[in-house]
C-alpha cells in the first residue's frame, strides 16, 4: 500500500484589516455604533477606495484607552437614580 501523499499547506496569515462588520464583532458593538465612533473620529480606521477597513492594532488601543475601574455616569444630567433599588423613573 502506499502511503497518502501530504498536500503541503499555505501558512496561515492573520488578518492586517477587518471589514466593518468584523470590527463590530470584534468590539462587541453594532454597526451603527461602530459608524458613529468612525464618523467622530474616535476609532481610526483605512479607506481603500470606498471601503473602510479597521487594523485590528488600531480597535486593540482604542478598547486599552477605555479601559476603567471606576463607575462613571455618562450622562449627569440624568433626571432619575440609576439604581434599580430607588428607579423613580416615569413610566412609558
Same mark, same amino acid.
Given at each position: 500500500?502506499?502511503?497518502?501523499?501530504?498536500?503541503? #499547506?499555505?501558512?496561515?496569515?492573520?488578518?492586517? &484589516?477587518?471589514?466593518?462588520?468584523?470590527?463590530?464583532? /470584534?468590539?462587541? +458593538?453594532?454597526?451603527?455604533?461602530?459608524?458613529?465612533?468612525?464618523?467622530?473620529?474616535?476609532?481610526?480606521?483605512?479607506? +481603500?477606495?470606498? &471601503? +473602510?477597513? /479597521?487594523?485590528?492594532?488600531?480597535?486593540?488601543?482604542?478598547?486599552?484607552?477605555?479601559?476603567? #475601574?471606576?463607575?462613571?455616569?455618562?450622562?449627569?444630567?440624568?433626571?432619575?437614580? &440609576?439604581?434599580?433599588?430607588?428607579?423613580?423613573?416615569?413610566?412609558?
Amino acid at each position: 500500500m502506499r502511503k497518502k501523499q501530504e498536500t503541503p #499547506t499555505a501558512p496561515t496569515v492573520p488578518k492586517a &484589516v477587518l471589514s466593518t462588520k468584523d470590527a463590530a464583532a /470584534y468590539l462587541s +458593538i453594532s454597526l451603527p455604533t461602530l459608524f458613529r465612533l468612525t464618523r467622530s473620529g474616535e476609532l481610526p480606521h483605512l479607506r +481603500i477606495g470606498r &471601503v +473602510i477597513r /479597521y487594523r485590528v492594532e488600531d480597535l486593540d488601543s482604542f478598547l486599552a484607552e477605555r479601559v476603567t #475601574t471606576k463607575w462613571e455616569d455618562f450622562n449627569p444630567d440624568r433626571k432619575w437614580p &440609576v439604581s434599580s433599588e430607588t428607579d423613580k423613573r416615569p413610566d412609558r
